[in-house]
């Protein structure tokens, strides 16, 4: 079993939708969540982090961690066609291993 | 304007060849890592330096190698004993302890073997 797992897609949906990608997790030392935006042939860019359970929004965007039940979320609200993109969650353990595990990453499209 | 330059974006390597991709990073990071992503398999680490001179493997470390001699480059060679080293490379950095807060990460080599 993977300590990461996430929904491959690909995820289709209408402009302005509200968008919801998931990932779960094994490892209960997880402590710190990011959610990452890549584009087809480019790097990953950061785009919402979160320390230990709860919510947060910036913008359209509202991450969610639930650790009792090793769930993370991330929420985009009135998707736009410049939202498709790869959207791979990420997490660390706050010491241990001194490095990120990643998802496979999910594939959003957004249809105009 | 700080970041981590990747080069070349495109490399092609003939068979029995050893090629290095080059990472630079101007944003005085004290960790570098190299990841390989394929199509359905996400990101694998191949090798990470949390400061200079040192390395780790990563989980996919067999037919590659890095060196670490400057804070700033991180270069990563593909060896001929890499049987499938067609894939999309990424280099990523970060401060020491700072991979809690995300990675920033280069644009990527794209390599095809030819």
């Known amino acids: 079993q993977k300590e990461v797992e996430q929904d491959p897609g690909p995820l289709s949906v209408p402009e302005g939708a509200i968008v919801s990608l998931n990932c779960t997790y094994s490892n209960s030392a997880f402590q710190y969540f990011m959610w990452y935006r890549q584009y087809s042939r480019k790097g990953p860019e950061l785009l919402m982090y979160?320390?230990?359970?709860g919510n947060k929004e910036d913008g359209r965007f509202t991450a969610q961690v639930d650790k009792s039940s090793k769930y993370i979320s991330l929420f985009i609200r009135d998707s736009q066609p410049s939202d498709s993109a790869t959207y791979l969650c990420a997490m660390s353990d706050g010491g241990a291993t001194n490095k990120l595990i990643f998802g496979t990453g999910t594939l959003l499209a957004v249809q105009p | 304007d700080g970041g981590i330059t990747q080069s070349p974006k495109y490399l092609f390597r003939k068979e029995g060849q050893n090629v290095t991709l080059s990472c630079e990073q101007n944003?005085?990071?004290?960790?570098m890592y190299w990841y390989r992503q394929d199509p359905g398999q996400g990101l694998r680490l191949i090798y990470y330096s949390q400061i200079v001179n040192d390395f780790q493997k990563g989980d996919i470390a067999e037919g590659y190698s890095v060196s670490r001699e400057k804070k700033e480059s991180f270069p990563l060679t593909v060896t001929s004993a890499q049987k499938n080293p067609t894939a999309f490379y990424l280099c990523?950095?970060?401060?020491?302890?700072?991979?809690?807060?995300?990675?920033?990460f280069g644009s990527g080599t794209r390599l095809t073997v030819v």
């Open positions: 990523a950095s970060t401060d020491a302890g700072g991979y809690n807060y995300g990675y920033t």
């Open positions: 979160t320390y230990s359970s």
């Open positions: 944003l005085n990071h004290d960790a």
